[in-house]
């Protein structure tokens, strides 16, 4: 079984790799986990590699993973196919993209064509954007993942205790950075599009990790492509790939503002929605399940909040209260 310990769920799994693969022969390697209960292992088969899907029913549900994998890949996506499924054990056996992601290849001379790719793949699936088939990115969900910043990384991980004007600036920011986000245009969110989920492959972007996905603002999967948690450009280079995305979008009159720099500014407000809710996953994934590998990863999002808020005045609020936080004399000597 090369090396990797067998427990209960992957001798279910393998039990029921046999019946799906017709009794072939094939080992198991570990192929990755990710930051749920998700577990996935190559299939080693003699002419070809799979990939099996552990997704243990009572913490997660396969059936949004096989229904959003038809739903992109009928949009023009690349993502797996899904060869096998058993949604009662949480067992699917689906097509291998390979193990080589956009993380690992990209650089400064790979960076344009790679990043052209991955926003044309998304320029067709936001083209195939109906309302009322998947969930609504609506305020309800985006508040709740704001929340997650006070919850766990002002309480948990700076162990801070923010009196009712901090709390009140917090809640007046949220509701500033729903406001813009609800006004946009609406079409398919992947939601963690990024560069450890898209792959390398012979139709790039091979894309992942998409069972999250909603209906909600045109600019989300942007943020998540452009200001990667896991890799940094510079601000001239990011808005030149937004622009290209732009141009593209409003030629195949996708929902997006007629002026660029209204366009930036939306970009910019949803990546505060973002950076605030991913500090809070971040420090949650630590505090709570004990995964230290995201802490190194915070930086670079908080240097992504700090920017925006530097940039719009309706934000310095919040910058303020992330100078308090971080017993940070503002230059100016501003009071709540």
């Not at 994998?69 to 949009?75: C, E, N, S, V, W």
């Not at 949650?284 to 670079?300: I, V």
């Not at 920017?307 to 308090?324: G, Q």
């Amino acid at each position: 079984m090369n090396n990797i310990h067998v427990d209960s769920r992957q001798q279910q799994l393998t039990h029921w790799l046999q019946d799906a693969l017709q009794h072939s022969e094939f080992k198991l390697t570990t192929a990755s986990a990710d930051a749920s209960f998700r577990r996935y292992f190559r299939v080693h088969l003699a002419d070809k590699t799979l990939i099996a899907m552990d997704a243990p029913p009572p913490h997660e549900n396969c059936e949004p993973f096989v229904r959003i994998a038809k739903l992109f890949g009928d949009a023009g996506m690349h993502v797996p196919e899904v060869i096998a499924q058993d949604l009662a054990q949480g067992f699917l056996l689906l097509s291998d993209l390979g193990d080589v992601t956009y993380l690992s290849q990209l650089n400064d001379a790979t960076a344009p064509a790679l990043y052209h790719d991955a926003y044309m793949a998304l320029i067709k699936l936001q083209l195939a954007s109906k309302p009322n088939v998947l969930p609504n990115y609506d305020e309800a969900l985006l508040t709740r993942e704001m929340q997650l910043f006070p919850d766990w990384y002002i309480a948990k991980h700076l162990n801070i205790t923010l009196d009712e004007k901090q709390q009140n600036v917090l809640h007046k920011t949220f509701a500033l950075l729903n406001q813009n986000i609800l006004a946009q245009g609406q079409v398919y969110v992947h939601r963690d599009y990024h560069s450890r989920n898209l792959m390398l492959c012979h139709d790039n972007p091979g894309v992942l990790d998409f069972q999250d996905a909603v209906y909600g603002a045109i600019t989300y999967d942007l943020v998540s492509l452009l200001k990667d948690a896991y890799i940094s450009w510079d601000e001239e280079q990011i808005i030149d790939w937004l622009a290209r995305y732009w141009q593209v979008a409003k030629k195949q009159g996708l929902p997006v503002p007629a002026d660029f720099s209204e366009f930036y500014r939306d970009f910019e407000y949803m990546g505060a929605q973002r950076h605030i809710k991913v500090l809070g996953i971040f420090a949650r994934l630590y505090h709570r399940d004990g995964k230290d590998g995201y802490l190194k990863d915070m930086p670079l999002v908080m240097e992504y909040l700090r920017k925006v808020c530097e940039r719009y005045i309706e934000l310095k609020p919040l910058l303020r209260l992330l100078d308090s936080m971080e017993n940070k004399q503002a230059q100016v000597g501003y009071t709540f």
